[in-house]
């Protein structure tokens, strides 16, 4: 008989994180099927923008800018600053907070790469293990593999209701829930234009939120608020901001920005962590935690990228004009989307405009569901309790006819249950 070889004792290491690669698989499926050949593709997996021809779209001001002003040296050299330097936190900082002074002058800011790299750092450094975060059970996934990873715990709240609009009493309830078995509590809330359903909070959901954290004194409260859509809000001057005037010192405000979405140039990686507090020392501390980090994990951020946004700024007239007229394609879409959801009883969760719309399920019918949909030649990416449907990557008349097409799959998914 042969004996068992004895396992190696080197590099024996234990994988225990689940990764899912749903949206990656459900994009490859999409193009497998377009390559193939077959006409009247839905590919709705994509997060990214997509013109109405259902090509990449780019903002040609910033390309531009970056191809011709931007020189090879400074592309091809490192950024002197870890944190992207003076320049680029004033522009940043005037880009996000308008004119709230109260937020620029408590603030700093430090370049990462892309807007998940911003929100990795938050969560390795600013979180610990005795700290649990509070996060909408609708969510960009990925946040929750970031927690994972830093051994964070994760309690969900429930965003919607039974009649699919915005639960705030939830998100209130669980944090007088958790206040009373946690010293410090994070708060993730991807707002505005929330991923996967470009839902938006109001100033009074704010407000309240606001109220909530000051009446816990005794507690330690972290708002990860992560702003990767913000420039495709409709609220352009971030009125929300405002609210974060009142707020008492047990609470620290992280803002995550992806340049990458908001400027097109998704491959470029380029994003920024501001730290906001009261306290100016507690900003310091909090920033320097994240430069440390920023140099033991990638360095410098990209330069040529960090010089376009600085650039952009000196004159960017040509920006905001192509930036409002994605903008305006981006509510044609919904609308379609919305007004032909509406008149044929297809129900989706409350949203306003952005890059998804999310059709909630129950979970047991999803992967049936999926199937059909791929057989009828449209692709959307599953969740656990829905479907993200990108309206960012399919065009306004597809808007309009894809309603009735996830209707009738979601008629034939019931009829075969029966």
Same mark, same amino acid.
């Given at each position: 008989?042969?004996?068992?070889?004895?396992q190696?004792?080197?590099f024996?290491?234990?994988n225990?994180?689940? @990764?899912?690669?749903?949206?990656?698989?459900?994009?490859l499926?999409?193009?497998k099927a377009?390559?193939?050949?077959v006409?009247?593709?839905?590919?709705? /997996?994509?997060?990214?923008l997509?013109d109405?021809?259902n090509?990449?779209?780019v @903002?040609?001001?910033?390309?531009?800018?970056?191809?011709k %002003?931007?020189?090879?040296?400074?592309k091809?050299s490192?950024c002197?600053?870890?944190?992207g330097g003076?320049d680029?936190?004033?522009v940043?900082?005037?880009?996000l907070?308008?004119d709230?002074?109260?937020l620029i002058?408590n603030?700093?800011?430090c370049?990462?790469?892309?807007g998940s790299g911003?929100?990795?750092?938050v969560?390795?450094k600013? +979180?610990?293990e005795n700290?649990?975060v509070?996060?909408?059970?609708?969510t960009?996934?990925?946040?929750?593999l970031?927690c994972?990873?830093s051994?964070?715990?994760?309690?969900?709240?429930k965003?919607?209701?039974?009649n699919?609009m915005?639960?705030?009493?939830d998100?209130?309830n669980?944090?007088?829930?958790? /206040?009373?078995?946690?010293k410090k509590?994070?708060?993730?809330?991807?707002d505005p234009?929330?991923?996967p359903t470009?839902?938006?909070?109001?100033?009074?959901?704010?407000?309240?939120?606001?109220?909530?954290?000051?009446?816990y004194?005794?507690?330690?409260f972290?708002?990860?608020?992560?702003?990767a859509?913000?420039?495709?809000?409709?609220?352009?001057?971030?009125?929300?901001l405002?609210e974060?005037?009142?707020?008492?010192?047990?609470?620290?405000?992280?803002f995550?920005?992806?340049?990458?979405?908001?400027?097109?140039?998704?491959g470029?990686?380029?994003?920024a962590?501001?730290v906001?507090h009261n306290?100016?020392n507690?900003v310091? !501390?909090i920033?320097?935690?994240l430069?440390?980090?920023a140099r033991? !994990?990638?360095?410098?951020?990209n330069?040529g990228?960090i010089?376009?946004?600085?650039?952009?700024?000196?004159?960017?007239?040509?920006? +905001?004009?192509?930036?409002q007229n994605?903008?305006?394609t981006?509510?044609?879409r919904?609308?379609?989307? %919305?007004?032909?959801?509406k008149?044929?009883?297809?129900?989706f969760l409350?949203?306003?405009?952005g890059?998804f719309?999310?059709?909630?399920l129950?979970?047991?019918?999803?992967?049936k569901?999926?199937?059909?949909l791929?057989?009828?030649?449209?692709?959307?990416?599953?969740?656990?309790?829905?479907?993200?449907?990108?309206?960012?990557?399919?065009?306004?008349?597809?808007?309009?006819?894809?309603?009735?097409?996830?209707k009738?799959a +979601?008629?034939?998914?019931?009829?075969?249950?029966?």
């Amino acid at each position: 008989m042969k004996k068992n070889k004895k396992q190696s004792s080197y590099f024996n290491i234990e994988n225990k994180i689940n @990764f899912d690669n749903t949206i990656i698989e459900a994009s490859l499926k999409a193009k497998k099927a377009i390559e193939s050949g077959v006409q009247n593709v839905y590919n709705a /997996t994509i997060g990214s923008l997509m013109d109405e021809k259902n090509n990449f779209f780019v @903002f040609k001001s910033v390309f531009d800018l970056y191809n011709k %002003k931007i020189s090879d040296q400074i592309k091809a050299s490192y950024c002197p600053n870890i944190d992207g330097g003076i320049d680029f936190s004033n522009v940043t900082k005037k880009w996000l907070f308008k004119d709230n002074i109260f937020l620029i002058e408590n603030s700093l800011v430090c370049a990462s790469p892309g807007g998940s790299g911003s929100l990795s750092s938050v969560i390795k450094k600013v +979180l610990d293990e005795n700290t649990v975060v509070l996060i909408p059970d609708y969510t960009w996934e990925p946040i929750e593999l970031m927690c994972n990873q830093s051994k964070v715990k994760i309690i969900n709240f429930k965003m919607f209701n039974d009649n699919n609009m915005f639960y705030l009493d939830d998100l209130l309830n669980k944090i007088d829930y958790l /206040t009373q078995k946690y010293k410090k509590i994070a708060l993730y809330l991807n707002d505005p234009i929330h991923n996967p359903t470009s839902f938006s909070m109001s100033n009074y959901h704010w407000k309240q939120i606001v109220l909530k954290l000051n009446s816990y004194l005794n507690n330690e409260f972290v708002i990860i608020n992560d702003v990767a859509y913000i420039e495709f809000s409709l609220d352009s001057d971030n009125t929300y901001l405002k609210e974060f005037k009142n707020i008492k010192n047990n609470s620290l405000i992280v803002f995550c920005i992806s340049y990458s979405k908001s400027l097109t140039f998704y491959g470029l990686r380029l994003g920024a962590t501001v730290v906001y507090h009261n306290d100016k020392n507690v900003v310091k !501390n909090i920033h320097d935690l994240l430069v440390v980090h920023a140099r033991a !994990n990638w360095s410098n951020s990209n330069h040529g990228a960090i010089e376009t946004v600085v650039e952009l700024d000196k004159k960017n007239d040509t920006y +905001l004009i192509e930036k409002q007229n994605m903008i305006s394609t981006l509510k044609k879409r919904f609308d379609n989307f %919305k007004n032909e959801s509406k008149k044929i009883g297809l129900d989706f969760l409350e949203t306003s405009i952005g890059f998804f719309i999310t059709i909630p399920l129950n979970e047991n019918i999803i992967n049936k569901y999926i199937e059909i949909l791929n057989n009828k030649n449209v692709f959307v990416v599953p969740l656990k309790n829905g479907i993200r449907v990108g309206v960012c990557s399919l065009n306004i008349q597809q808007c309009k006819k894809l309603p009735n097409i996830l209707k009738t799959a +979601l008629m034939e998914v019931k009829e075969n249950e029966r």
